[in-house]
């Protein structure tokens, strides 16, 4: 990535968590392929056949969001959701499939943890673009913000996760695009690339870490318009998101994650808890910091979810409270505090927890 490419990453980065944190809004299967799986291209715009597995746009929302494309969004719903897209109905159904399967685990998580979850409104939408200039401009006119960066993020503001996939596909399609998909990588690290292609194009951590942020606004562990830490959205997020061998859900290990965290931590780069807890946004310009920040929001979430779960949630259950608005570096640390006892002794303890990861590496890696 260049320097400039590195610097739009970070601008729009900041601007975009900022967004994130303060944006507020109130059958019958398609014809068979005849390509095998495995080669597939997810993002050939096909027709799909009519049947009951299609949703009928039943909302307003969800018929004018299927012609915001310069290419038609055809819906496909389940239960929970509605994925509006311009891929092969396969595509759909998959990633329908496993955004279900994702609910199924993070509500049963959540409940086993002890915190209350509200219904879901109506079904949550998934919009998937082919074409990056639909994307960009979605985003411009539903969001008010270039999302150029990435390809894809979840709008507190509307609700939705928006997406531009695959990045193995959208590469090819132009230099734009390589920033967006590196973008990816500075979020996620590089993916493994041992699923056939068909199933690669479905990037189950990039997924469900984005399913993550929309099922915690909407059970109601995070409230819409409120501001958050960095660390609490981001620690949610990663703490649920897939790992590289496609499991998902909370109170999992996380290898590249930890690896990250480890690797930080060892070499003396973590940012301290006094700075970290006051950052509602990455403030790195480069990639492997915004790696390593993801990394502590994992650490530091799974840390208080393990050694400190009561005050986890009362301090969910207190942000939740809040007025919708912009509140200082210095507010969050005050929350933190008040949440988990001072800032120091909560130092401390974090890196004792860190110690003890650090001996179970090098016990595990011993033959
Ligand atoms: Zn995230």
């Not at 039943?58 to 509006?84: D, G, N, R, Y």
């Not at 562990?221 to 990663?238: F, H, N």
């Amino acid at each position: 990535m260049s320097a400039t490419r590195i610097a739009t990453f970070s601008l729009i980065s900041l601007f975009a968590l900022r967004f994130c944190a303060l944006a507020q809004g109130p059958a019958t299967p398609p014809p068979a392929s005849t390509q095998p799986a495995d080669q597939v291209n997810p993002w050939v715009a096909a027709a799909p056949a009519p049947g009951p597995e299609l949703c009928q746009c039943e909302s307003a929302e969800c018929t004018s969001l299927s012609q915001i494309s310069s290419v038609a969004l055809h819906p496909f719903a389940s239960e929970h959701f509605v994925v509006l897209h311009a891929a092969q109905d396969t595509w759909g159904r998959r990633v329908a499939g496993l955004l279900e399967k994702a609910n199924t685990e993070f509500y049963a998580s959540i409940r086993k943890a002890g915190y209350d979850a509200q219904p879901l409104p109506n079904r949550l939408i998934w919009v998937c673009f082919r074409g990056m200039d639909d994307f960009e401009q979605y985003s411009r006119q539903n969001d008010q913000i270039d999302m150029s960066w990435t390809d894809g993020y979840y709008s507190a503001r509307t609700n939705r996760v928006a997406l531009m996939l695959p990045a193995g596909a959208a590469v090819r399609q132009g230099d734009g695009v390589e920033v967006a998909a590196a973008a990816r990588v500075a979020q996620f690290g590089p993916q493994p690339d041992t699923r056939p292609a068909g199933e690669d194009r479905l990037d189950q951590r990039w997924i469900t870490h984005e399913l993550a942020h929309q099922l915690s606004f909407n059970y109601g562990l995070q409230k819409r318009g409120v501001m958050y830490p960095l660390w609490l959205s981001e620690g949610l997020a990663t703490n649920f998101e897939a790992d590289n061998q496609g499991r998902f859900g909370f109170g999992r290990d996380n290898t590249p994650r930890r690896r990250s965290l480890l690797s930080a931590y060892t070499h003396g780069r973590l940012t301290p808890l006094r700075r970290f807890v006051a950052m509602d946004r990455l403030e790195s310009s480069g990639e492997a910091q915004a790696r390593q920040d993801y990394a502590e929001c994992w650490g530091l979430y799974r840390f208080l979810s393990q050694q400190r779960p009561d005050q986890l949630r009362q301090y969910l259950l207190t942000l939740k409270a809040l007025d919708s608005g912009n509140r200082e570096g210095a507010v969050l640390r005050r929350e933190f505090v008040e949440a988990f006892g001072p800032i120091e002794q909560m130092q401390s303890d974090w890196e004792d927890w860190l110690d003890g990861l650090v001996v179970a590496a090098a016990k595990n890696a011993k033959p």
